[in-house]
């Protein structure tokens, strides 16, 4: 029998390395009233880990993690998100400032002030890239990629603008291309998004670009493996069949196997009940196709499926789902045939 404080996902086992509990749900999403999701069987390492390396990027950097900020649910700083973009879409709003990259206050849920950047077209790929003034120092623009820019009175093919909030940050940017190399010659000058007299808009249409990377698919696996610790239990979770996806949440072992799924997400249940609720997060865990299959949909949005344990099976009272409302105790779903 493992000992009462055995963590899950690595061997520690002394019992004074157990003083805090890791949330089923990153608390970042809310509390679930009474019956919010713990554990007290994930060692403070692993959950002072989890908590920097996962659910911080989890709440903070992926689309689901901004996509709470309009329901109220805000975080405790404000950071820039790096691994999603999102950028001014709308031509007749942006005007010249269309594609402009900006970052979400994780404080508000409003956009924060934008830094300087440079905008050029990569006619390999067919799309815009673009540079913050940290980034320029050692830039190359290949002239197979990005055409050669204009020279001796004639217009060159490059396709590129920077887009600044003031005068002086435009200006540094034209200084750091040209030290590094890079001809650009200011065309166009410098124009402020909102003239003084005129009052930022109230509300701009943002298109928001994500990846969804080994980092993001492990906070999302460690969210199923917690699932699977808190409902079918320690023991069930220590049992080598879930080796594999301990190791890659704690140490980013191996792949998992994952896709996007159109699924219902209550199979064989009312949907105006249990899916059609866009303040929630549901979660299961089933047998599907012959593998152990755990699920997440995040506010009615996209739902993530990954095979947790290849060519096993749940007993089928092991078959549940769960769906987490902020400031609600959490409803449970049970597999239904169709």
């Known amino acids: 029998m493992p000992n009462d404080k055995t963590c899950i996902y690595c061997p520690q086992s002394e019992p004074f390395r157990f003083c805090g509990v890791e949330h089923v749900i990153p608390q970042g999403f809310g509390r679930f009233g009474s019956g919010t999701p713990t554990l007290n069987c994930v060692c403070d390492d692993c959950n002072t880990y989890?908590?920097?390396?996962?659910?911080?990027?989890?709440?903070?950097?992926?689309?689901?993690?901004?996509s709470r900020y309009s329901r109220g649910q805000?975080?405790?700083?404000?950071?820039?998100?790096?691994r999603v973009r999102l950028a001014f879409a709308d031509p007749a709003?942006?005007?010249?400032?269309?594609?402009?990259?900006?970052?979400?206050?994780?404080?508000?849920?409003?956009?924060?002030?934008?830094?300087?950047?440079?905008?050029?077209?990569?006619?390999?790929?067919?799309?815009?890239?673009?540079?913050?003034?940290?980034?320029?120092?050692?830039?190359?623009?290949?002239?197979?990629?990005?055409?050669?820019?204009?020279?001796?009175?004639?217009?060159?093919?490059?396709?590129?603008?920077?887009?600044?909030?003031?005068?002086?940050?435009?200006?540094?940017?034209?200084?750091?291309?040209?030290?590094?190399?890079?001809?650009?010659?200011?065309?166009?000058?410098?124009q402020?998004?909102?003239a003084a007299e005129t009052a930022a808009p109230s509300s701009l249409l943002v298109e928001i670009t994500s990846e969804i990377e080994k980092p993001h698919k492990r906070a999302i696996a460690k969210i199923l493996m917690n699932f699977v610790a808190f409902h079918?239990?320690?023991?069930?979770?220590?049992?080598?069949?879930?080796?594999?996806?301990?190791?890659?949440?704690?140490?980013?072992?191996?792949?998992?196997?994952?896709?996007?799924?159109?699924?219902?997400?209550?199979?064989?249940?009312?949907?105006?009940?249990?899916r059609l609720r866009d303040d929630s997060i549901n979660v299961r865990i089933e047998n599907l196709d012959g593998n152990i299959v755990g699920a997440i949909q995040f506010y009615n949005l996209y739902t993530y499926e990954m095979i947790l344990v290849e060519n096993e099976s749940l007993g089928t009272a092991q078959e549940i789902g769960r769906r987490y409302t902020p400031d609600e105790l959490p409803l449970e779903g049970e597999k239904r045939p169709v």
């Open 192 to 194: 402020n998004p909102w």
């Open 93 to 190: 709003e942006a005007g010249a400032f269309q594609g402009l990259r900006v970052a979400l206050d994780g404080t508000t849920g409003q956009l924060m002030p934008f830094t300087v950047q440079f905008h050029i077209h990569n006619f390999r790929t067919g799309k815009d890239e673009v540079y913050f003034l940290s980034r320029i120092a050692g830039l190359t623009l290949p002239e197979a990629d990005y055409g050669k820019p204009g020279a001796d009175g004639e217009k060159g093919t490059w396709r590129c603008k920077i887009l600044a909030p003031s005068r002086e940050a435009y200006d540094a940017m034209v200084e750091a291309l040209q030290s590094s190399g890079i001809a650009f010659r200011p065309g166009t000058p410098f």
């Open 232 to 274: 079918l239990g320690r023991d069930e979770a220590l049992r080598p069949r879930w080796d594999f996806l301990r190791c890659y949440v704690r140490n980013a072992a191996g792949e998992i196997k994952a896709r996007l799924s159109q699924r219902p997400f209550w199979t064989g249940q009312e949907t105006d009940e249990l």
């Open 74 to 82: 805000f975080s405790s700083q404000a950071r820039s998100q790096k």
């Open 50 to 66: 989890f908590g920097r390396e996962l659910d911080q990027l989890l709440t903070r950097d992926t689309y689901e993690g901004i």
